[in-house]
């Protein structure tokens, strides 16, 4: 016998819409509630309720192992879907009448209720109350939607348990869970092994620290050709359990299947295999009753000081470090921030090493060089004196990097009195003048140097090296052109040396901010004062960058031209008063003072301004 259970209010629909799918067929039409309603174990039911008569009476048919069939109703907007049946009436009622075998399939209860689709607590991120089907331009509306609420998120504590063992107590924003992964945009993107008769269900836990990092993972999860994450986001642990227990000390606000519910304990519990569906589910496992086996990955999940701090407030747009994190740092930067006598011995022999390299045209022993070179230290900690406005350690900080510039100069200087040469090598040349791209490379070192500090796990020496480079050479060549008492050394490399120092200092303070170690209110004075300092910086800056392409421009014009059957080769030039070119003339004949008057005449014409020619004559067989 088919039973087809309906409530009243739905009788001419049933009449008019069910009844004729049954020709043929013997059947009866109950309504429900009917208390008194006792079917025979081989008996079908064919249930076209609303999703509030369902979570009623599934549990009854599970209970007593009555084959149920679900019929799409109007009102049915989580139960068809959230088991995985049909969602046409025709094709439900066919695959009904015509299945010979029925699927046993998983119940989850939340507090004692019937969970078809999710369980959702606080700010879960997921398809709001209006249930639709899946599609991108809807989840693309329900992502503006959510980042409209991003200003009040904010984290809760939870506690959970299974079977009076404790698994972890940490703070999210919210928690979803799901027996199947099509619930929710967060479970789409995350769950991939997981049907309704294994036994299990999953706890997605997010937590992100901050409002960017939760941002992007929003964007990613929107990408339509990726229906999972590869790798599930650090910010974002997952449960696969059987059993689980959730509390918190004041009341916790959910929804089951768009209803809202408010308790401080909420109990989670799978009953497995306990549904006889009379219909094939889309969220069936090929092996039916194949328990699936515990899991938990909750590494990632906030613990502690880090838990308590996010629970106090709304969630920070940037990374915030936590007290522990920023002492542990802050306790290195103010021991580098000190002169100390290492400081000022490696800070010599740096020095040393870099001028005689210098001299000797070495970029190997340059290079080198830098590895002794502790100026990067006081500076990163200057940076965070700036960024926490912390007065001590700016004062200490800038005194240790005005001795290390100090003694950096005086050494280089002491060596260029030594050493009997006056020759511009291309080491010393390249660093007298610095232009935009100097700023480039300032803006890097600046974030690789707080990164390296802030970050446990990489060596600070492989940092420092990198970013000596631009700090130690220019203070050397600056230091040869005391010696000589050239003034045009000594401005253009302390020029580069200064551009390089701002950047980093700069660049390493927005980094801290970034990272969570400062806020920005304390930060924005010294932030101005420095900006204030490159925008100054950057003026000669762009004149000499400005040179430079006027420089190129100049170089293109003259290479390979040919004047008086002579060409123009390996063409260098430097601004000047006069500008000064310097060049090969290729030729098949001996050149005489005479021809070379000529070309010079010729350049003169054609660049519309007196030059300084150095030539190097060279012959073509």
Known sequence: MIYILYHPDDKSEVNESLVPLLSGKDYKLVEYPNPGFEPENEDVLIAYLSDEYLREFLPQAAKKGWPVGILPHPENLYTSKGLGVSSKLDEAMDE????????????LFCNGKPVFQAVNLGNAFILSEEIKENNFFYEVKTFFKNIRRLSSLSHHTYLLKSDDEKIIK???????????????????RLVSDSAMNDGMFNVLILS?????ELTLFLLRSLIPKRKTLRKLPDFIGQIKISRLTIENSSPIEYTVDGQTES????????????????????????????????????DKLPRGQKREELAKRSLPILPRATTEEFEDLFKVLRENAVTTSPYVIMMILSTLIATFGLFGNSSPVIIGAMILAPIISPIVSFSMGMVRYDTQMLKTGFITILIGTGVSLLFAAGVSLIIPLKVLTSEIDARLSPTLLD??????????????????????????VAIAVALVPPLAVAGIGIGWLDWDVFSGAFLLYLTNMAGIIMFAGLTFLVLGFAPFKRAKLGLVYTFIMIVVILIPLSLSFNRIQQEADITRQLEGTTFNEIILRDVKVRFGTPLKVNLTLVGTETLEKEDMVDIKRQIEENLEQPIQLEVILARQF
């Open 170 to 188: 940490t703070s999210a924003l919210g928690i979803v869970v799901v027996e199947h992964p099509l619930s929710s945009v967060v479970a789409r």
């Open 96 to 107: 009904i009448l015509v299945s010979e075998e029925s699927h046993k399939l998983d119940l």
């Open 208 to 212: 992100p620290q901050n409002l960017l």
């Open 263 to 298: 308790e401080k304990i909420i109990k989670l519990e799978v009953d497995p295999e306990a549904l006889v569906l009379k219909q094939a589910s889309i969220y069936c496992s090929d092996e039916n009753g194949e328990e699936a086996k515990k899991s938990l990955k909750i």
């Open 439 to 464: 700023m480039g490379i300032a803006v890097a070192s600046g974030i690789a140097a707080a990164y390296a500090h802030a970050e446990e796990g990489i060596a600070k020496s492989l940092a420092g």
